[in-house]
């Protein structure tokens, strides 16, 4: 067949326009990799002159370019003598604007966490498209959580950080030039702990920081006992306490309730609990206090041993009653050795997740070593079926005879074993050993933040204080909320810091109550006054939790990632001190009863986030037959100066997936684009009770392409269609 002129004349501009790609794609590729001739850090020998004498020998063993998640320069090393190992990512030079960012990670892990993560996520990417090059260091080393006192508390809170930033620095003048970078660290929950006492700790190394989800002196224990009490004692009642409390329900959570149960519920929600969060209580568990409780047996053995179960005062003495149908104390036989995979394979152990190291709301999962150790046991007996939130594997016999080892779950006549333990215990525990499943002592901890008032900083402990403020229970000798942040922070923390700091808080975070970043503002304003606006911002964010992973929410439903937050606030900061640029204000709230409570329009709130109000028939509630239209009316409002609306789309079946998107080009746009109405319709073709939610972003330039920076917020309504 003939060929006519206008298909040849098109074939050879096809043949341009791909050669003219290939080009493109090679000059991008040698772009990346030709760099990599310029400077051989690996073979360079480095002067570093440091006041802590015990990171002064840097080394770099690996210098090469990288095309994901973006084109970077990877550069990773260490100091000799140490542990400590760090990964710098250096993005190419028409792309770094003389700063770098820092993640902090809860505890101690690997210095290379944030490789492979993509979208929201990506810390690597997120930090230079921001003009930044991002750190991240293995913080000296992973801690021993079977033996904490082993560890030095400074080298993982601060001094592994702030060395491998300092020289990250040197670093990066070789390659770049120019004056000295800005820095800027960020960590969430016990990352926020250890950035908060970092910038305490040292002078010089950070300009400013990010510490988000960040807990008082005196979370731990006591967030999670309080929680474990009202997750005992309510087992049976939280579906009628979530109705109440969602869209279109009664609004009293306390309604048929028995008198203990309505104490408990009172009790954690004075204590800070966020109610509202209580939507994940099939699926919230104990979280990391799975890790901590051996610190607390270690460090107050009478309590469990003398106290609780025999003197007036505690629970287990006054009220024994209370723990009937809970308790365990089943002695058996260890019948087999269960490895990793096939414990993960029966549904016995969960399976390490590579996406939960380092994060904010997980890490702790990942503190035990998998190997050849064993995970679980199973018992030559089948054990009760009760509510079993933590205990104890007592041997009874055997080379380990004497030994209490911790079991996070039993599983007819199956128990999993906690990533605590000292691996020459388990060493010793045989098949035949004879062994007693005893929860006792978790059930006591469950109130143990009844005894320990922290003190008039901490007036969630009212309800625990007579009318002439003395405690109404016996208090135990020390405080524990002390001594775990000083392990994590490496001191508790005191407000007082050079630099600049924006703290974010979650309204609904479940560990960290949101009253806590509040009791560091205080400490702040104690220290800075009149200038704490200066140096200081506290950003609430609504319907946002614990955990900073994007994809990994456990009802996207109910709750948004914060990560856009995070992520803004890193930028507003580098502003606020490079350039003096002010930040957003710290948002309005009062607190009342141990709860956070915020404005309800997204001007009078402050801070960043936009505000969703979504009604159906003019109400939180529509009663509908099926097949009958309804139309949805939304107000969303984002604060002055804070962006513009990028993002807005429907979930109508409670999938989580947002497959409904709104049009944003036939929505209604105030004049300076805080305020944009929207209406929607949808025709429910099944009876029941649906939960509409619409989900909204935010981005400061109305860029609707980047995966950063886009804050979200959500809002629900109930539809029962009959």
């Known amino acids: 067949m003939k060929i006519n002129e206008l298909a040849i004349s098109n074939l050879r501009f096809m043949q341009v326009i791909k050669h003219t790609l290939f080009l493109c794609c090679i000059s991008l590729v040698m772009s990346c990799s030709e760099k990599a001739r310029e400077i051989k850090l690996a073979e360079q020998e480095w002067t570093f002159e440091l006041a802590d004498t015990l990171f002064s020998r840097p080394f770099v063993d690996i210098d090469e370019w990288r095309d994901q998640p973006v084109c970077h320069r990877y550069v990773h090393g260490g100091f000799e003598g140490t542990n400590t190992r760090f990964s710098f990512y250096f993005p190419p030079e028409e792309k770094y604007e003389g700063r770098f960012f820092q993640y902090i990670t809860p505890f101690p892990d690997n210095e290379n966490i944030s490789q492979g993560t993509s979208g929201e996520n990506d810390k690597i990417g997120f930090s230079i498209s921001s003009g930044a090059y991002f750190v991240e260091t293995n913080g000296g080393g992973k801690t021993d959580m079977a033996n904490p006192r082993a560890n030095d508390p400074t080298i993982g809170a601060y001094r592994a950080n702030a060395a491998s930033a300092l020289f990250s620095r040197v670093v990066a003048k070789e390659l770049f030039g120019g004056e000295r970078p800005y820095g800027y660290s960020f960590g969430g929950s016990g990352g926020a702990y250890r950035t908060v006492g970092g910038i305490e700790n040292t002078t010089g190394v950070w300009d400013g920081c990010v510490p988000y989800v960040l807990g008082s002196p005196v979370a731990i224990p006591n967030v999670f006992t309080i929680r474990m009490h009202a997750m005992r004692i309510l087992k049976d009642k939280f579906p009628q306490i979530v109705d109440a409390l969602e869209p279109g329900g009664s609004g009293d959570m306390y309604a048929g309730l028995n008198e203990e149960e309505k104490a408990a519920l009172e009790e954690v929600t004075k204590m800070g609990f966020p109610p509202a969060a209580w939507y994940g209580y099939k699926t919230m568990g104990i979280h990391g206090f799975l890790v901590l409780y051996p610190g607390v047996v270690m460090a107050d053995q009478s309590y469990f041993t003398e106290d609780f179960w025999n003197k007036p005062g505690y629970l287990g003495y006054d009220n024994p009653g209370t723990f009937d149908g809970f308790r365990i104390q089943e002695k058996s036989k260890i019948k087999a050795l269960i490895g990793y995979e096939e414990s993960v394979e029966l549904g016995i152990s969960e399976a390490m997740s590579d996406a939960d190291r380092g994060s904010a709301d997980n890490s702790w999962k990942n503190t035990g070593d998998k190997g050849e150790k064993p995970e679980a046991f199973q018992l030559e007996d089948v054990m009760p079926d009760i ?294 319709e949808h025709i429910f073709s099944e009876t029941g009770i649906h939960f509409p939610v619409l989900r909204v972003a935010s981005e400061r330039d109305g860029d609707k392409q980047t995966a950063f920076a886009r804050l979200q917020n959500l809002d629900r309504v109930r539809v029962v269609v009959k």
């Open 387 to 680: 509510q079993f939130l933590g205990g104890d594997l007592i041997i009874l016999s055997g080379e380990a005879a004497g030994a209490s080892i911790q079991i996070s779950k039993i599983i007819g006549d199956k128990v999993d074993l906690a990533p605590t333990i000292p691996l020459d215990i388990l060493a010793k525990i045989k098949p035949g050993d004879e062994v007693q499943v005893d929860n006792s002592n978790f059930l006591a901890v469950q109130t143990y933040h009844r005894h320990q008032d922290p003190g008039s900083q901490y007036p969630v402990w009212n309800q625990f204080r007579n009318e002439n403020g003395s405690p109404i229970y016996p208090q135990r000798p020390m405080l524990l909320g002390p001594m775990f942040t000083r392990g994590a922070a490496g001191s508790v923390p005191t407000g007082k810091f050079e630099g600049k700091m924006i703290l974010l808080g979650s309204l609904w975070d479940r560990e960290a109550y949101p009253w806590q970043c509040d009791w560091y503002r205080q400490r702040v304003k104690e220290n800075l006054g009149d200038k704490t606006d200066d140096n200081f911002r506290l950003w609430y964010t609504e319907h946002a939790l614990h955990g900073d992973q994007a994809d990994q929410l456990d009802d996207a439903t109910h709750a948004i990632s914060y990560l856009g937050v995070l992520q803004q606030a890193l930028r507003d900061l580098s502003k606020w001190v490079e350039k003096g640029i002010e930040p957003a204000a710290t948002t309005n709230y009062k607190i009342v009863d141990g709860q956070v409570v915020v404005p309800s329009t997204a001007n009078e709130r402050a801070g960043v986030q936009p505000v969703v109000d979504v009604k159906v028939k003019d109400a939180k509630r529509a009663d509908i037959s099926v097949g009958e239209t309804v139309t949805f009316n939304v107000t969303v409002e984002i604060p002055v100066g804070m962006g513009k609306l990028v993002d807005a789309a429907w979930d109508f079946d409670g999938s989580g997936e947002y497959k409904h998107p709104v049009d944003l080009s036939k929505t209604k746009v105030s004049a300076d684009g805080t305020n944009i109405e929207i209406t929607s």
